[in-house]
């Protein structure tokens, strides 16, 4: 069982920079890839970007790419999201994923979700 709870999220202008951050329970955190998803209201939830179980391979969505960072500490159980450049449309409700199902697998594969934390970005 993992449990996962995010912060980080907030209120800021466009070109702004904000840090996510996903604290997970549990002693096999690093047997579980991670990643970030995102649900803007009426929208699907998309994914945003993935880190494997090592930290050495990450994934990203084309929107985000060249903008967000995402980042693992296995030591602290904790996952980041720098997200720079922030832009209106990055606006959602973020989670964070844990998956024991491989990498680069699609959303109904990970297993455990965090409660989300609002990211607004003001034009």
């Known amino acids: 069982q993992v449990q996962l709870v995010e912060s980080g999220g907030g209120l800021v202008q466009a070109g702004a920079y904000l840090r996510l951050s996903c604290a997970a329970s549990g002693r096999t955190f690093s047997a579980y890839a991670m990643a970030w998803f995102r649900q803007a209201p009426g929208n699907e939830r998309e994914f945003v970007a993935a880190?494997?179980?090592?930290?050495?391979?990450?994934d990203y969505a084309d929107s985000v790419k060249g903008r967000f960072t995402i980042s693992r500490d296995n030591a602290k159980k904790t996952i980041y999201l720098q997200m720079n450049s922030l832009k209106p449309e990055d606006t959602a409700v973020y989670y964070c994923a844990a998956t024991q199902a491989g990498w680069l697998v699609t959303e109904k594969e990970y297993d455990y979700w965090g409660q989300g934390t609002q990211v607004t970005v003001s034009s």
């Open positions: 880190v494997s179980r090592s930290g050495g391979n990450t």
